[in-house]
């Protein structure tokens, strides 16, 4: 069937009919150009009949459309984060599988650009490893001397997760006997904000400080809560003049021209909110079901004959302040004529976890989390959640990556810089040439790997990558649990000398006895190279 190109019959409105008698010519050109809009076509979502007729959102750039709504958002996340146990365990469930354990960092130079044998790169890279390792592993590393780099990893995503982004300070602190001075500050989002609560300006807005072109050149920082007396502010170019970085903002950014990032859980937040109030009035409804209570009910004649002015005040009071919570096992006195008539509570609710699975749901395509996974519960077959977890770790997979490039990594180049220029690590032509530094920094971060609903499916999986080259060692002991295979490998070596020694293995020769095999040289206890 053909479809006719003819349009509908347009029905004019009375101010067509109005236009018509004060000028037909400009009422025949309305009608011809509605006609042939309705003919071509177009967008439903950008029209406005009934359906959309009072949905009319303005269109603003990014800092338009966030800036004001900024601080509601911070704060009803963090409220969120606090009180309702989904909240809670979204950010949990991220931050434990992006972090983890911590984020190691494995450092790989471009040995072949810097001129160095496989050698004497392996031998910079140990000795750099073990420098950074000392640091990280201690909370000097922290301003406040409270936590190891590690567990500011995980407080810095925790942070731009629910707050929508957090400062870094890399602060020079020296310590008596300690031979780094780099130290980490870390400051939630709200105290990044214009001096003594300013309007925003072309200049600054939201503590954020542009130069002409648009781009962040400094944060203003308060030392304590803004709202709190005496707040001070203090204003931190994100560069020294040297090209040294001040401070680290770490947020995700979803539109150009963003200033500030948005909590994670905006988009959310009312179905949160939402969900909490509905769960919290389910379980009331079931305690009160569940309570057996005796009312007391007294008859008007008695009440009038038995008591005295005073007595009856007593008991009027006292019914008059019960305020309908059922306490197993309690009396309630009613007032007299007054009587207790409950409908059937039907509690607990059959369809409540029906629907909060549903809602769960919404919830996880909002932190592009599956539910499953956010809610910890599987019930469906092997393969399903198996993909699941998949499709999960490769959310897990990106957030790392961005964490490690945004905080890692850059903290790792300013600590390298500053063992450089003491002296402490050799590095030719670091300062003189940009493309010689990126070579020396050059380092891969590490973290827990996903874990296995099959572990013995995963090895045999596991060894036919490595067989058929696709993968190789260093590659599945990364994605296994994060380690270093050369360590592995040591490791092991050591092992089997130990277990051949006392005769519980063959030599390769298959020999059980003879000279006790010894480890290969550790190349890691070498000194620094020159």
């Given at each position: 069937?053909?479809?006719?190109?003819?349009?509908?019959?347009?029905?004019?409105?009375?101010?067509?009919?109005?236009?018509?008698?004060?000028?037909p010519a400009w009422a025949l050109r309305r009608h011809q150009t509605r006609a042939t809009m309705a003919l071509s076509g177009g967008y439903v979502g950008?029209?406005?009949?009934?359906?959309?007729?009072?949905?009319?959102?303005?269109?603003?750039?990014?800092?338009?459309?966030?800036?004001?709504?900024?601080?509601?958002?911070?704060?009803?996340?963090?409220?969120?984060?606090?009180?309702?146990?989904?909240?809670?365990?979204?950010?949990?469930?991220?931050?434990?599988?992006?972090?983890?354990?911590?984020?190691?960092?494995?450092?790989?130079?471009?040995?072949?650009?810097?001129?160095?044998?496989?050698?004497?790169?392996?031998?910079?890279?140990?000795?750099?490893?073990?420098?950074?390792?000392?640091?990280?592993?201690?909370?000097?590393?922290?301003?406040?001397?409270?936590?190891?780099?590690?567990?500011?990893?995980?407080?810095?995503?925790?942070?731009?997760?629910?707050?929508?982004?957090?400062?870094?300070?890399?602060?020079?602190?020296?310590?008596?006997?300690?031979?780094?001075?780099?130290?980490?500050?870390?400051?939630?989002?709200?105290?990044?904000?214009?001096?003594?609560?300013?309007?925003?300006?072309?200049?600054?807005?939201?503590?954020?400080?542009?130069?002409?072109?648009?781009?962040?050149?400094?944060?203003?920082?308060?030392?304590?809560?803004?709202?709190?007396?005496?707040?001070?502010?203090?204003?931190?170019?994100?560069?020294?003049?040297?090209?040294?970085?001040?401070?680290?903002?770490?947020?995700?950014?979803?539109?150009?021209?963003?200033?500030?990032?948005?909590?994670?859980?905006?988009?959310?937040?009312?179905?949160?909110?939402?969900?909490?109030?509905?769960?919290?009035?389910?379980?009331?409804?079931?305690?009160?079901?569940?309570?057996?209570?005796?009312?007391?009910?007294?008859?008007?004649?008695?009440?009038?004959?038995?008591?005295?002015?005073?007595?009856?005040?007593?008991?009027?009071?006292?019914?008059?302040?019960?305020?309908?919570?059922?306490?197993?096992?309690?009396?309630?006195?009613?007032?007299?004529?007054?009587?207790?008539?409950?409908?059937?509570?039907?509690?607990?609710?059959?369809?409540?976890?029906?629907?909060?699975?549903?809602?769960?749901?919404?919830?996880?395509?909002g932190l592009n989390i599956p539910a499953e996974v956010l809610s910890k519960h599987f019930q469906s077959s092997y393969s399903a959640a198996r993909a699941?977890?998949?499709?999960?770790?490769?959310?897990?997979?990106?957030?790392?990556?961005?964490?490690?490039?945004?905080?890692?990594?850059?903290?790792?180049?300013?600590?390298?810089?500053?063992?450089?220029?003491?002296?402490?690590?050799?590095?030719?032509?670091?300062?003189?040439?940009?493309?010689?530094?990126?070579?020396?920094?050059?380092?891969?971060?590490?973290?827990?790997?996903?874990?296995?609903?099959?572990?013995?499916?995963?090895?045999?999986?596991?060894?036919?990558?490595?067989?058929?080259?696709?993968?190789?060692l260093a590659e599945e002991t990364v994605a296994y649990d994060g380690g270093d295979w050369e360590q592995k490998h040591r490791q092991r070596a050591r092992?089997?000398?130990?277990?051949?020694?006392?005769?519980?293995?063959?030599?390769?020769?298959?020999?059980?006895?003879?000279?006790?095999?010894?480890?290969?040289?550790?190349?890691?206890?070498?000194?620094?190279?020159?």
């Amino acid at each position: 069937m053909s479809r006719s190109l003819t349009p509908p019959p347009l029905k004019p409105s009375l101010l067509d009919r109005a236009i018509e008698l004060v000028s037909p010519a400009w009422a025949l050109r309305r009608h011809q150009t509605r006609a042939t809009m309705a003919l071509s076509g177009g967008y439903v979502g950008a029209g406005y009949s009934e359906r959309f007729a009072y949905w009319q959102p303005g269109l603003r750039d990014a800092d338009g459309d966030t800036l004001r709504d900024l601080r509601e958002l911070q704060a009803r996340s963090h409220d969120l984060v606090r009180n309702s146990p989904i909240a809670a365990g979204a950010v949990e469930t991220q931050v434990t599988h992006v972090i983890g354990s911590g984020l190691t960092m494995q450092s790989r130079i471009d040995a072949k650009l810097l001129g160095l044998s496989d050698e004497e790169a392996a031998t910079w890279q140990s000795y750099t490893e073990r420098r950074f390792s000392l640091w990280a592993e201690s909370t000097y590393c922290d301003a406040a001397d409270e936590l190891t780099f590690f567990e500011q990893q995980d407080l810095s995503l925790r942070t731009r997760i629910e707050a929508g982004d957090a400062f870094v300070v890399l602060a020079s602190k020296p310590r008596q006997g300690w031979p780094f001075t780099l130290a980490l500050q870390i400051f939630e989002a709200h105290r990044c904000c214009n001096p003594n609560r300013k309007p925003d300006t072309d200049e600054i807005s939201a503590g954020i400080e542009r130069d002409a072109s648009g781009a962040p050149v400094a944060v203003h920082l308060c030392d304590r809560d803004p709202q709190a007396a005496g707040a001070k502010w203090t204003r931190i170019a994100l560069r020294g003049a040297s090209g040294r970085r001040n401070v680290l903002h770490l947020k995700r950014k979803l539109r150009p021209g963003q200033s500030r990032g948005i909590p994670e859980l905006a988009p959310i937040i009312s179905t949160l909110k939402q969900m909490s109030r509905y769960s919290e009035a389910e379980i009331d409804a079931a305690v009160n079901s569940a309570a057996q209570a005796v009312f007391v009910k007294m008859d008007p004649e008695a009440f009038a004959q038995l008591f005295d002015d005073d007595a009856k005040g007593q008991l009027v009071n006292g019914a008059s302040r019960w305020d309908g919570t059922l306490r197993s096992g309690s009396a309630v006195n009613l007032l007299p004529g007054e009587s207790v008539e409950a409908p059937a509570l039907g509690r607990p609710n059959p369809n409540f976890d029906p629907f909060m699975t549903a809602f769960m749901r919404f919830v996880g395509m909002g932190l592009n989390i599956p539910a499953e996974v956010l809610s910890k519960h599987f019930q469906s077959s092997y393969s399903a959640a198996r993909a699941a977890l998949l499709d999960a770790w490769r959310t897990f997979q990106i957030r790392r990556i961005h964490h490690a490039s945004k905080f890692c990594q850059p903290i790792y180049e300013e600590w390298l810089a500053d063992e450089v220029a003491r002296g402490a690590i050799s590095a030719p032509g670091f300062f003189g040439d940009a493309l010689i530094r990126a070579a020396w920094s050059r380092a891969t971060w590490s973290g827990d790997g996903p874990g296995a609903i099959d572990p013995l499916k995963e090895a045999k999986a596991m060894r036919e990558r490595m067989d058929i080259g696709v993968t190789t060692l260093a590659e599945e002991t990364v994605a296994y649990d994060g380690g270093d295979w050369e360590q592995k490998h040591r490791q092991r070596a050591r092992e089997k000398a130990a277990r051949v020694q006392v005769g519980l293995e063959a030599h390769a020769d298959g020999a059980t006895a003879g000279a006790p095999a010894s480890p290969p040289a550790d190349t890691e206890d070498s000194m620094q190279p020159d």
